[in-house]
């Protein structure tokens, strides 16, 4: 039977070998803690689990958490074109090629000279 002390140690547990607590998909796939599912009809879900145990974040889907994230996703997006472009183009062509120029920190999905 799964309480919310139990959750608690189990999100501890996970805090301490991962540094972070677990978002929703992470739970799904932790052996010591419920399904995401389970927490959702027994506990209201893990915004509300967290809100009980007083942790700082308690959704990890919006607000500064998410902007973060979106953030380090555009700049990791940006890095691997900028790996694979010329990749692409040496194999077929530029104009086979679709990506978005940056000119002055822009980008532009088409470029005139």
């Not at 927490?39 to 990890?60: A, D, N, P």
Request: with cysteine; aromatic share 12%; hydrophobic share 35%.
């Amino acid at each position: 039977m799964w309480t919310i002390p139990k959750i608690k140690d189990g999100l501890e547990k996970f805090f301490k070998e991962n540094n972070h607590y677990p978002t929703v998909y992470e739970i799904d796939s932790c052996p010591y803690l419920p399904s995401a599912r389970h927490i959702q009809r027994s506990f209201g879900g893990m915004e509300k689990v967290r809100e009980e145990l007083g942790l700082q974040i308690t959704h990890y889907g919006k607000g500064l958490t998410r902007s973060q994230k979106a953030y380090d996703v555009g700049i990791r997006g940006k890095n691997i074109e900028n790996e694979v472009e010329p990749v692409l183009v040496g194999k077929f062509g530029e104009i086979f090629v679709h990506t978005q120029k940056r000119i002055n920190n822009i980008s532009a999905d088409f470029f005139c000279l």
